[in-house]
């Protein structure tokens, strides 16, 4: 089951996750001319800055409506699934901001990558590891029982260490530069609640409708304490994992 995304509540209530992109394009250190694959390139904010920045860039996402906007910002955007890449040595580098943990099979995307990337081409990205929105998580594990719902059975997030990311990577047969978990509390410039309704939908949609907003407040209630300022701002805890890994480049042949 694929979470929903709508583009309009997307850029209203998420559009700082491309925002606060500038590390991760800073660590990926596009070059122009380069052919980057953005591996869940959402609404294609970032995919048009790194066409704006020279580089040839295809997209591919699985929402066919964020895939609408992207196109619709001039990116050569297609559906597809991050776990099922088809790509053959086409990449310089394949690029990803914020998708990754919405990718519960991360070898079948480890490998679709590797086989994506060009010899020496490299993987670049960032995405929610270990201990990200852990106050969130908790408050939804405290609130879906009630409900009749297991969050384990319907958790569409995957959170790992920097120490299995990077030996997964290595499993690969990638050479890994950089695999580091950096906290990043974040503040968010709506309500909580239009956060939850934007990335927590999955649960949602499994909370019968007309016990929605009780469901919705319950969570909000559970997070106050520990994520809201005195100021009634919200700031989640936020934990990002970044990395940099190298496909080897093909030996060179020996002189006899
Ligand atoms: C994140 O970008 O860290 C995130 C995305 C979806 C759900 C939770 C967190």
Request: charged share 25%.
């Given at each position: 089951m694929n979470q929903y995304w709508d583009p309009h509540a997307y850029v209203r209530d998420a559009s700082f996750v491309s925002e606060l992109a500038t590390p991760v394009i800073e660590l990926l250190n596009p070059r122009p001319g380069e052919r980057i694959l953005d591996l869940?390139?959402?609404?294609?904010v970032l995919s048009r800055k790194l066409m704006d920045m020279g580089c040839v860039v295809i997209g591919i996402d699985s929402s066919p409506d964020m895939v609408k906007a992207a196109v619709e910002l001039g990116v050569d955007a297609r559906v597809g699934d991050g776990q099922e890449l088809a790509f053959y040595?086409?990449?310089?580098a394949v690029f990803s901001n914020a998708?990754?943990?919405?990718?519960?099979h991360p070898d079948a995307v480890i490998s679709g990558v590797q086989r994506a990337l060009k010899p020496g081409g490299r993987f670049v990205g960032e995405f929610g590891g270990y201990g990200n929105i852990e106050t969130v998580i908790r408050a939804l594990r405290k609130a879906l029982p009630k409900y009749g719902i297991d969050f384990d059975k319907i958790n569409p997030w995957y959170f790992p260490t920097a120490e299995e990311y990077r030996a997964r990577l290595e499993a690969h047969s990638m050479d890994v530069r950089l695999c580091e978990l950096i906290p990043r509390p974040t503040r968010l410039n709506t309500q909580l609640v239009n956060w939850l309704k934007v990335f927590a939908r999955r649960f949602l949609d499994a909370v019968p409708e007309f016990e929605r907003e009780n469901f919705l407040e319950e969570v909000v209630t559970h997070c106050k304490g520990g994520l809201q300022n005195l100021e009634g701002k919200w700031i989640l805890d936020y934990v990002r994992l970044q990395f940099i890994a190298f496909k080897p480049s093909r030996p060179k042949s020996c002189k006899m």
């Open positions: 869940g390139c959402g609404d294609g040595e086409e990449f310089d998708a990754l943990h919405w990718m519960t």
